[in-house]
């Protein structure tokens, strides 16, 4: 069977850094419930899915943010996980470190891009905090990490094992960061022990019009470039699928209205994983034994008419939701 993980990036943005504190409130209303007239869409609406279908999800919650806005807005955000029974791991976006002060790293007065930007002791400080503060708010069973970006590099994976998690989740190939010197010589499409971490590399597909990788992501890839992918790897015996998506990816790009087209998307694609039991093992990290694949097997191309209609979906997409 091939395992697939759905993933779920987890996390809240302000539109900007300037006024925060003024800003937060209903970008948290937007980031985590998302109200529109057909309902809450943001992670409500995502558990929902996967519970109708049965379907257990990774969510790679972001806790950075609550070293600015307390404890309270993060448990709040945990709570309706937990509530849906599914698996929660860790996520750090390093943007939020010189929003307060040296409360989470000493003496930066500047943004931090990504992990990439600090040092390895700086890395596997930031991950004991925000492994730390999951613990307050009952998240006490972690064993995974995603870089916020997908910015990551060897020292992250130090780092992350310098912390006892056995899996990582940042190589990227579809992004100008994401692969660093994870992995020397090598083009990661499957799991591969790296520094005494499993690197499971989110995965990509090439675009058969641009020749250029694509992240296998709700928001990125057609409901029949999706089924595509998992039924290519499955026919090539491949250990692990890693799809990507986000908490507010079902939501306009203004967070106010259902995206139509994502949402049916991603409940078809539900809907397909609980169709088809006997072939795709859908899981999480906690309880998985990892694998080491060597050689890694090559990316694979998508085909060009479900690309095609793909471009003119996202034209669609971008007129009614952008």
């Known amino acids: 069977m091939l395992n697939v993980f759905i993933t779920v990036d987890t996390e ?6 300037d006024n925060l504190d003024q800003k937060f409130p209903e970008s948290f ?8 007239t057909a309902g809450n869409f943001a992670l409500p609406g995502k558990l929902a899915i996967l519970e109708e279908y049965n379907i257990p999800a990774v969510f790679f919650v972001e806790p950075l943010f609550s070293a600015k806005f307390g404890l309270e807005p993060l448990q709040e955000m945990v709570g309706l996980i937990q509530d849906k029974n599914q698996e929660i791991q860790l996520h750090m976006h390093t943007e939020w470190v010189d929003e307060v002060g040296d409360t989470l790293l000493p003496n930066v007065t500047h943004k931090l891009k990504d ?18 503060r999951m613990a307050e708010v009952g998240v006490d069973n972690i064993n995974a990490f995603r870089a916020g970006s997908f910015g990551a590099n060897r020292d992250t994976l130090r780092a992350v094992a310098d912390n006892g ?7 990227n190939l579809s992004g100008p960061i994401g692969i660093a010197d994870m992995a020397p010589g090598e083009l990661l499409n499957q799991p591969r022990l790296i520094d005494n971490v499993y690197e499971y590399p989110v995965s990509v597909v090439k675009d058969p019009i641009r020749q250029t990788y ?3 992501q709700i928001n990125a890839l057609s409901y029949t470039e999706l089924v595509n992918y998992l039924n290519c ?4 015996e491949w250990d692990s699928v890693v799809v990507v998506t986000h908490n507010f990816e079902l939501l306009s790009h203004d967070k106010t209205r259902v995206d139509k087209f994502a949402e049916k998307r991603f409940r078809r694609f539900c809907q397909y994983l609980d169709n088809n039991r006997d072939r795709f093992n859908v899981t999480g990290f906690q309880g998985h034994t990892p694998n080491n694949i060597q050689p890694q097997p090559s990316i694979t191309s998508g085909k060009l008419f479900p690309a095609s209609l793909r471009y003119m979906e996202q034209i669609a997409r971008r007129f009614l939701y952008h």
């Open 12 to 17: 809240i943005w302000c539109n900007g850094w």
């Open 29 to 36: 209303k937007k980031y985590v419930y998302g109200p529109t």
């Open 115 to 132: 992990l990439t930007c600090c040092s390895r002791k700086q890395q596997s400080q930031l991950i004991q905090w925000g492994l730390a």
């Open 165 to 171: 998690l056995i899996f990582d989740s940042s190589y």
């Open 214 to 216: 694509k992240n296998v």
């Open 233 to 236: 790897a499955f026919e090539l």
